[in-house]
């Protein structure tokens, strides 16, 4: 057997190799937040895709982040630059509960513009499996939770 990678995931590191905690995620909810996490994004694919055509990275994307047109622009951005080497993982908020269509049109619009999209922590947060059944049509990948 041969086994090779074809995808990975790109995740917020902090110096010592932590994620950086909730202060990073409560910032996503900012502008400000979002800048930054653009800025770095934008270095990082640009250090791992540039001389790597064949390989694919899934960036996490918190539901918040969709409010803000900065973010919408920086996907345009990147699929333009990088196609389907780029992929969205929509990660969970457990702190906040919706209904099931509260992504919808959000999946759609990320469906349209030529995204593959996952859906990270099913059963847990508010991405449950109601949530996904809904959104099977759109969806490429499931990443299941295994809890304690």
Not at 77 to 96: F, M
Not at 122 to 139: D, E, H, K, M, P
């Amino acid at each position: 057997m041969n086994a090779k990678v074809n995808t990975h995931e790109m995740l917020m590191r902090d110096s010592s190799g932590a994620f950086p905690g909730m202060e990073f995620l409560n910032s996503l909810t900012t502008p400000e937040g979002n800048e930054q996490w653009i800025s770095i994004s934008k270095k990082s694919l640009a250090d791992a895709l540039t001389a790597h055509p064949q390989r694919k990275i899934y960036i996490n994307l918190e539901p918040c982040q969709m409010e803000f047109d900065s973010v919408w622009q920086f996907l345009e951005e990147i699929h333009e630059q990088y196609g389907s080497q780029v992929a969205i993982e929509i990660t969970e908020r457990r702190e906040t509960i919706h209904s099931l269509d509260y992504l919808d049109e959000e999946i759609l619009r990320l469906k349209r513009m030529g995204f593959e999209l996952a859906i990270d922590d099913v059963c847990a947060g508010s991405n449950s499996y109601a949530f996904i059944v809904r959104q099977l049509s759109a969806i490429q990948r499931i990443k299941l939770s295994l809890l304690v």
